[in-house]
């Protein structure tokens, strides 16, 4: 970290003095920047990497089963470079052994000096004595009570239960490991249990919390890709080109199916569980803790049903315990599929029943059943969102959950206090921005990490009674100050139907002048399932390349347009069965209004950039505004012709709304262009296919009209090291060249 500092030092001394550049559009382009140009595009990558400029203690901290103590490794502070042991009871920290010691242990078992990495991970071992940790390939132990480094096979039950993706039973006795395409179960001698390999498209999987409670059955499934569509990644690296061809699943084109099966270690025994009739996307979501009965989620293709089934694992016979259906809209989405079905259901400590989250009031909101299927009650109301149940107290009647309940923050996650019996929540979150909860075994203590815009990184200690609080770990953003970085400046708006409040942020120039105007750029990604306005002090992947985009010598604009998730049902739905039709408006009303209280705003001067679904909307702000963009810039688009569960849930299927796809084409509009277009794409894109910027080149063409294109040979959805500071450097100077600079 220091050395990066140091190498950039004479760019940041220099560049702080130094007037931007003011090009005038349609500069001719130049193969390789001059100085002043390559010192911005420099800066701007700085800003880009903002991360690494930061120092944190990110390694997940870990909880012991018993005795509410927890390890974490130190990166900051005085005890950076080894693992700290807490007491949650005490408020006592010590460092496992000292930084200096655990290098010279390892050197002396290694036979060479060991450097010892900024962030280093491990796991707890399996009879919680010690830790697990693996340097340059080679496992090693450190035990809590003696400090003693050791060196641990490869097949060692705790090497292997510390690798990610391996799966060790609750017990300690036996380890889950994926192999390429099947598992196997190892069990405390190392020996195999049970193996299965997969074929080509029809792997095994091992899924999260795959072992039931008492360590007697695994759930894992097969996804049988066979039958879908495949979509051809082309290798360009020599004159003899090889083509692979990949799963995809489009719009309109079969699914693949997930197999889950039951297995039974100790026997050998696999039990398969009979497969829905419909096209569904399935998940398993966890065991019942006392019962032994695995829970499996259910969406239909179009996202309109959800159901919860109940599976008895020594059978494998099913029944449906839920199902939640939406038929005018959607019950879950791509959202859901990323992250949300692991939140869906949370079984109660006592096993008498569930927490189910639902948007049926037109919020999300938390539903306590009976594994019976009959709703007890609804346990929280109001005009937001609940996000995550964080935990339930193991005796009583305490929900803790993570919600937006704040009306002045509508995206903020703040930690909650609630009853199973409903009634109104109380607030634990001591500060504002997005926080992430751990709990403790017993259920006492929490560990919360949390930032804001304005606020790096902390990690607290707490107990549930409110009476304990005490500061873990303060990540140091004290380069960002010499790098001169200010937090983006926050702004909420109206959308395109002159009532629903927008939430956004504005980046500007680390060097800006408000008695300049400065050319404007929307940065967009809208997609229906991420939300990209940072609440937090890092902030997101788009609003880190935007604030490194600003840099160049441009507003920039980050919205969250009508559709977004995160807020109300009907926010949501308002491009349901219509995307594509009010999300650029939403844009263009959204940087009006913004500029008429900054005149330092040149709205005559204003691009949009987006990759991705961004990408897509890029396209369709030239498109549909081509009078209010003046340029655009679409890295890897998407298409409503692609991945079905990016586009379905959303707009249902081809067959049922036609129109609605028709509507949302860019295709269509290929004759609306105005201004200077340029598209990016991998050759190797398997998020979002070639063939969608292909099919745009091929319509754009048929009308007429020129526009730029970049193909990166081999580069996947985003582009790799070296191609990715490639890529923004290009966008950057596709910007210079046709908005111009201040003036």
Same mark, same amino acid.
Request: hydrophobic share 40%.
């Given at each position: 970290?220091?050395?990066?500092?140091?190498?950039?030092?004479?760019?940041?001394?220099?560049?702080?003095?130094?007037?931007?550049?003011?090009?005038?559009?349609?500069?001719?382009?130049?193969?390789?920047?001059?100085?002043?140009?390559?010192?911005?595009?420099?800066?701007?990558?700085?800003?880009?990497?903002?991360? #690494?400029?930061?120092?944190?203690?990110?390694?997940?901290?870990?909880?012991?089963?018993?005795?509410?103590? $927890?390890?974490? +490794?130190?990166?900051?502070?005085?005890?950076?470079?080894? +693992?700290?042991?807490?007491?949650?009871?005490?408020?006592?920290?010590?460092?496992?052994?000292?930084?200096?010691?655990?290098?010279? &242990?390892?050197?002396?078992?290694?036979?060479?000096?060991? %450097?010892?990495?900024?962030?280093?991970?491990?796991?707890?071992?399996?009879?919680?004595?010690?830790?697990? /940790?693996?340097?340059?390939?080679?496992?090693?132990?450190?035990?809590?009570?003696?400090?003693?480094?050791?060196?641990?096979?490869?097949?060692?039950?705790?090497?292997?239960?510390?690798?990610?993706?391996?799966?060790?039973?609750?017990?300690? #006795?036996?380890?889950? =490991?994926?192999?390429?395409?099947?598992?196997?179960?190892?069990?405390?001698?190392?020996?195999?249990?049970?193996?299965?390999?997969?074929?080509?498209?029809?792997?095994?999987?091992?899924?999260?919390?795959?072992?039931?409670?008492?360590?007697?059955?695994?759930?894992?499934?097969?996804?049988?890709?066979?039958?879908?569509?495949?979509?051809?990644?082309?290798?360009?690296?020599?004159?003899?080109?090889?083509?692979?061809?990949?799963?995809?699943?489009?719009?309109?084109?079969?699914?693949?199916?997930?197999?889950?099966?039951?297995?039974?270690?100790?026997?050998?025994?696999?039990?398969?569980?009979?497969?829905?009739?419909?096209?569904?996307?399935?998940?398993?979501?966890?065991?019942?803790?006392?019962?032994?009965?695995?829970?499996?989620?259910?969406?239909?293709?179009?996202?309109?049903?959800?159901?919860?089934?109940?599976?008895?694992?020594?059978?494998?016979?099913?029944?449906?315990?839920?199902?939640?259906?939406?038929?005018?809209?959607? =019950?879950?989405?791509?959202?859901?599929?990323?992250?949300?079905?692991?939140? %869906?259901?949370?079984?109660?400590? *006592?096993?008498?029943?569930?927490? +189910?989250?639902?948007?049926?009031?037109?919020?999300?909101?938390?539903?306590?059943?009976? /594994?019976?299927?009959?709703?007890?009650?609804? =346990?929280?109301?109001?005009?937001?969102?609940?996000?995550?149940?964080?935990?339930?107290?193991?005796?009583?009647?305490?929900?803790?959950?993570?919600?937006?309940?704040?009306?002045?923050?509508?995206?903020?996650? $703040?930690?909650?206090?609630?009853?199973?019996?409903?009634?109104?929540?109380?607030?634990?979150?001591?500060?504002?921005?997005?926080?992430?909860?751990?709990?403790?075994?017993?259920?006492?203590?929490?560990?919360?990490?949390?930032?804001?815009?304005?606020?790096?990184?902390?990690?607290?200690?707490?107990?549930?009674?409110?009476?304990?609080?005490?500061?873990?770990?303060?990540?140091?953003?004290?380069?960002?100050?010499?790098?001169?970085?200010?937090?983006?400046?926050?702004?909420?708006?109206?959308?395109?139907?002159?009532?629903?409040?927008?939430?956004?942020?504005?980046?500007?120039?680390?060097?800006? *002048?408000?008695?300049?105007?400065?050319?404007?750029?929307?940065?967009?990604?809208?997609?229906?399932?991420?939300?990209? =306005?940072? +609440?937090?002090?890092?902030?997101?992947?788009?609003?880190?390349?935007?604030?490194?985009?600003?840099?160049?010598?441009?507003?920039?604009?980050?919205?969250?347009?009508?559709?977004?998730?995160?807020?109300?049902?009907?926010?949501?739905?308002?491009?349901?069965?219509?995307?594509?039709?009010?999300?650029?408006?939403?844009?263009?009303?959204?940087?009006? &209004?913004?500029?008429?209280?900054?005149?330092?705003?040149?709205?005559?001067?204003?691009?949009?950039?987006?990759?991705?679904?961004?990408?897509?909307?890029?396209?369709?702000?030239?498109?549909?505004?081509?009078?209010?963009?003046?340029?655009?810039?679409?890295?890897?688009?998407?298409?409503?012709?692609?991945?079905?569960?990016?586009?379905?849930?959303?707009?249902?299927?081809?067959?049922?709304?036609?129109?609605?796809?028709?509507?949302?084409?860019?295709?269509?509009?290929?004759?609306?262009? %105005?201004?200077?277009?340029?598209?990016?794409?991998?050759?190797?894109?398997?998020?979002?296919?070639?063939?969608?910027?292909?099919?745009?080149?091929?319509?754009?063409?048929?009308?007429?009209?020129?526009?730029?294109?970049?193909?990166?040979?081999?580069?996947?959805?985003?582009?790799?090291?070296?191609?990715?500071?490639?890529?923004? *450097?290009?966008?950057?100077? /596709?910007?210079?060249?046709?908005?111009?600079?201040?003036?």
């Amino acid at each position: 970290m220091r050395r990066l500092l140091f190498r950039f030092g004479i760019l940041i001394t220099t560049l702080a003095g130094t007037p931007m550049l003011a090009l005038e559009p349609g500069a001719p382009a130049s193969a390789t920047p001059d100085k002043q140009l390559q010192a911005r595009l420099d800066l701007s990558d700085q800003y880009l990497r903002l991360p #690494q400029l930061v120092r944190d203690s990110l390694i997940p901290q870990q909880w012991l089963r018993e005795g509410d103590q $927890l390890i974490f +490794w130190s990166a900051v502070g005085p005890d950076a470079g080894t +693992w700290i042991l807490v007491h949650a009871r005490t408020g006592a920290m010590k460092p496992l052994l000292p930084s200096a010691e655990l290098r010279t &242990q390892l050197s002396r078992l290694m036979g060479k000096p060991v %450097q010892l990495p900024d962030q280093l991970g491990f796991a707890i071992a399996p009879d919680q004595r010690g830790i697990v /940790f693996r340097i340059e390939e080679r496992f090693f132990g450190l035990g809590l009570s003696d400090g003693r480094v050791t060196a641990l096979a490869p097949t060692d039950l705790a090497a292997l239960a510390s690798s990610r993706g391996n799966l060790l039973a609750p017990d300690g #006795q036996a380890v889950a =490991v994926q192999r390429d395409g099947g598992f196997a179960v190892l069990g405390g001698d190392g020996r195999t249990r049970i193996e299965r390999s997969g074929e080509e498209n029809y792997g095994w999987q091992l899924p999260e919390r795959a072992w039931s409670p008492d360590s007697r059955f695994l759930m894992v499934w097969r996804n049988d890709l066979r039958g879908a569509h495949k979509i051809p990644i082309v290798d360009y690296s020599s004159a003899l080109e090889r083509v692979t061809l990949v799963p995809y699943v489009k719009t309109g084109t079969p699914l693949g199916r997930s197999e889950f099966y039951v297995i039974e270690p100790a026997t050998g025994r696999v039990t398969p569980i009979p497969p829905l009739e419909e096209e569904t996307y399935d998940w398993f979501a966890g065991w019942r803790p006392g019962s032994g009965e695995a829970l499996i989620l259910h969406m239909s293709r179009d996202g309109k049903r959800l159901d919860l089934s109940a599976v008895e694992p020594g059978s494998g016979k099913r029944r449906r315990v839920l199902r939640e259906e939406r038929p005018e809209s959607f =019950v879950a989405g791509l959202d859901f599929a990323e992250e949300g079905w692991a939140r %869906q259901v949370t079984p109660l400590p *006592d096993d008498t029943g569930f927490l +189910w989250l639902s948007e049926r009031d037109g919020w999300r909101h938390v539903y306590l059943y009976d /594994f019976a299927g009959k709703l007890v009650r609804q =346990v929280t109301r109001g005009a937001f969102p609940i996000h995550q149940v964080a935990g339930v107290a193991p005796k009583g009647d305490a929900v803790f959950l993570l919600a937006s309940a704040d009306s002045a923050a509508p995206y903020e996650h $703040l930690l909650y206090r609630g009853s199973l019996k409903g009634g109104a929540l109380k607030r634990m979150s001591s500060g504002s921005g997005i926080h992430r909860i751990a709990f403790s075994p017993s259920g006492s203590y929490y560990v919360d990490a949390w930032s804001s815009r304005t606020q790096p990184r902390l990690r607290d200690m707490v107990s549930t009674d409110g009476k304990t609080r005490f500061r873990l770990t303060t990540a140091d953003a004290s380069a960002l100050e010499e790098l001169g970085y200010k937090p983006p400046e926050a702004l909420t708006v109206l959308a395109a139907d002159g009532t629903t409040p927008l939430h956004g942020v504005l980046y500007k120039p680390r060097d800006f *002048d408000p008695a300049r105007r400065y050319p404007v750029i929307a940065y967009i990604y809208a997609g229906q399932f991420m939300t990209v =306005v940072p +609440w937090n002090f890092i902030g997101t992947a788009s609003s880190l390349h935007a604030q490194g985009l600003a840099q160049m010598g441009f507003i920039v604009m980050v919205l969250d347009p009508r559709g977004t998730p995160g807020r109300s049902k009907a926010f949501q739905d308002a491009t349901y069965g219509r995307v594509g039709q009010t999300e650029i408006p939403d844009y263009v009303a959204g940087l009006k &209004q913004a500029a008429t209280t900054r005149p330092w705003m040149d709205m005559e001067r204003v691009g949009i950039f987006g990759h991705s679904w961004g990408g897509y909307f890029a396209l369709r702000g030239m498109l549909m505004a081509p009078e209010f963009f003046k340029a655009g810039y679409a890295g890897a688009p998407g298409a409503l012709e692609e991945e079905a569960i990016i586009n379905e849930p959303y707009l249902g299927l081809p067959s049922v709304n036609p129109a609605g796809y028709q509507a949302g084409s860019n295709m269509a509009l290929a004759g609306n262009l %105005q201004g200077p277009l340029k598209m990016m794409h991998g050759s190797s894109d398997v998020n979002a296919s070639l063939s969608t910027t292909m099919r745009m080149a091929d319509a754009l063409i048929r009308a007429g009209k020129h526009f730029e294109m970049l193909i990166m040979p081999g580069e996947p959805h985003g582009p790799r090291p070296p191609a990715d500071r490639y890529y923004f *450097d290009d966008i950057q100077l /596709f910007f210079v060249r046709t908005l111009g600079g201040p003036r």
